[in-house]
């Protein structure tokens, strides 16, 4: 699918963007009861529309619903253990197997007590050094390579591993439970051997100690999620001709941009993402922009919080007005209502504006404004193209 010439493309992510009327704010959405005079211009005088990011009533993760917005199959998504690894920087070849992983606090029956060790990084740099050297050489002659992130959370790497993989969670999910390792499998072996390995190590660190005499819980086990196999795919640059550049801060956001063929900019702090995006505007045909503090209100069920972090990034992306020659998408990647504190099936808000972009009737940016929009409703992969087409840069079908 090949593009005619036209406005650049800019798609403002914002995390977890949806919610449901809340009581406290006279039932409306923290989206609703947001103070948002950039994009309720960008309302007045674009179209707005709502989707969902696999179907009604269906909740996506994350990494899923990035994949679907950056135009891939829902049977093309290779799971979040590859996309985490790519968000790190790490290369990786076709056959490689990856996790995702939180380093945990267990008790010494490997019942999970805190799935994140308390959200402390401290020595989990030196005892993930402790860690390569302990899995490596192993019974299964590959080279497995963990890498700490930010936090409690990193990335796992079997190379060459090859095949298929069909592995369940080597985490309960809930704290309180103890892990139950899988069996009968050559995967269920490696991660057994993984498992093991890590919570002899660990128990042991010298670097435990010091967490614990810094009153910090100690890292003392891994847990394993997102098994995948990596297989690269068509750049999204090859299918449409849109040399692309993703602005994020966290590994997930920038390994779906990578997924992707895009070229990628990890920047930490949200008054600097814009910023980046303008000075690289002359370069580039798509522009991705995500931020990230509304998912985690809506995950902590702080209202407010939320309501807070849209105004925010409403006075952040104000000087994108100032662009001429753009189409502007604003919505986020799934659902994610205070009351319920997890990703929700309902829809999701877009907002299109820019050159071409038509004006609906609506006067401010909102999920309910956007069930009555012009640009009707929608479904993941429609979001981009809908985009694509406001422009004026689809070829039309069938010549």
Known sequence: MKL??????IMVLIDGLG?????????????????????DKMAREGTQGVYYPLGPGVPVGS???????FEYDIEEYEGRGVLEVLGMGV????????????FATFNNRDVVLDRRAGRADKDLDEITLELNKAFNPNPFKKEIKLIHGF??????????????VDLPEIDPQIEGMAIELPEGTREAELASFIFKTARKVMSDSVYNIKREKAA??????????????????????????????????????LGAARFAGMTTIQVDKDKDKVDKLMKNVHNYDFFFLHFKKTDTAGHDGKYMDKKKAIEEIDALIKPLLTLDNVAIVITGDHSTPCELKTHSGDAV????WGLNVPADEQVKFGERFAR????????????????MNYAGRMVEYGL
């Open 91 to 102: 290369e990786l070849k076709k056959g490689d197997l990856c996790f995702r992983v939180n």
């Open 372 to 387: 009555r929009g012009g640009a009707g409703q929608m479904h993941g992969g429609d979001v981009l193209r809908m985009l």
């Open 349 to 352: 808000p877009a907002l299109f």
């Open 216 to 253: 910090l819980k100690p890292a003392n086990g891994l847990l394993l999620r997102g098994a995948s196999i990596y297989k690269p795919l068509e750049s999204l640059e090859a299918r449409t001709g849109l040399k692309s550049l993703a602005i994020a801060r966290e590994h997930l956001y």
């Open 63 to 69: 990494g899923v619903a990035h994949n679907l917005l």
């Open 4 to 9: 005619l010439p036209g406005p650049q493309l």
């Open 19 to 39: 919610d449901r009327p809340i009581k406290a704010l006279e039932n409306r959405t923290p989206l609703e009861a947001a103070r948002t005079p950039t994009m």
């Open 151 to 164: 936090g409690h959370r990193g990335a796992l790497i079997i190379r060459g591993w090859g095949g298929e």
